[in-house]
């Protein structure tokens, strides 16, 4: 049993964003009914602008054949926290995410991956055996595709002499699978406490909350197999505000004392009420 959660939102947020979501998600749910591996997935919308995903043509459909959940942190909650409407939060998001998952197995990804079948093999297998106390987990291999996920290149995400080699730190927001408590206790959720992550940039929160896993005991296991990510342009720049050095986090990260409307299985909206 799994919880999958990502990040999107109704509209094309950057060039051909709802395009490699929607392979992200379509492929990725097929794959694990093929393998009956028992799940959940919540897409977490930030702030919609438009409409919401459970409504979009395109995803309708998605929505109805699987265990597909919408979860949407309402414009009324940005402004009550005083963040920047032009920012997507995509790190906030997935915080929210994980306090609104159903399983103790939590994998988070983002809305640009595919994790192939092979791959779903081997996470299905650590599920069926039990996820290890205190251990996260991330696939070995990164394999670029494009938009038909016909292979670009591949790379290893270890690269022994980066500083974040202790916590494979490179691309960690593509794919983090661990128990959910180990997210909360150790982890403490993506950090809501940097100022610059609340009005400037998201950047290196992915790596940040891996610092902080490990500085509290926690190591990582790779799985020797690939991923595969949709090519869109060059990842972003490194952060100044990174931090590898462990925090605090606010003790209602992802906005658990915000109201929840449960509008139907499908659909749970936070606000401000």
């Given at each position: 049993m799994i919880t999958l959660i990502t990040t999107g939102r109704d509209d094309d947020y950057g060039v051909g964003f709802l395009d490699r979501l929607y392979l992200s998600v379509k492929n990725n749910l097929e794959i694990l009914t093929k393998l009956n591996i028992e799940y959940e997935y919540i897409i977490c919308e930030w702030n919609p602008i438009k409409d919401y995903l459970s409504n979009n043509?395109?995803?309708?459909?998605?929505?109805?054949e699987y265990n597909l959940k919408d979860l949407i942190i309402d414009n009324s909650v940005v402004k009550n926290e005083s963040l920047n409407e032009n920012i997507f939060y995509e790190y906030f998001a997935k915080n929210a995410g994980v306090r609104n998952s159903t399983y103790d197995n939590i994998l988070i990804i983002n809305s640009d991956i595919v994790i192939p079948e092979k791959s779903f093999i081997e996470i299905k297998n650590i599920i069926n055996s039990g996820l290890d106390d205190k251990i996260f987990y991330r696939l070995e291999f990164r394999e670029q595709v494009n938009n038909d996920l016909n292979h670009i290149k591949i790379e290893s995400v270890y690269y022994p002499n980066n500083p974040d080699s202790v916590i494979c730190g490179y691309c960690s927001g593509d794919f983090l699978l661990t128990k959910k408590n180990n997210f909360i206790e150790f982890g403490m959720g993506y950090d809501e406490t940097n100022p610059e992550h609340r009005t400037i940039s998201q950047t290196g929160m992915d790596g940040e909350i891996l610092w902080n896993m490990y500085n509290n005991g926690m190591r990582i296991k790779l799985i020797p197999t690939k991923y595969m990510h949709i090519n869109h342009g060059k990842p972003n720049p490194y952060d100044d505000c990174y931090n590898d050095k462990?925090?605090?986090?606010?003790?209602?990260?992802?906005?658990?004392?915000?109201?929840?409307?449960?509008?139907?299985?499908?659909?749970?909206?936070?606000?401000n009420d």
């Open positions: 043509p395109k995803f309708e459909k998605l929505f109805k462990g925090y605090i986090n606010k003790s209602n990260w992802g906005f658990i004392d915000y109201k929840h409307d449960e509008i139907s299985n499908k659909l749970i909206i936070i606000k």
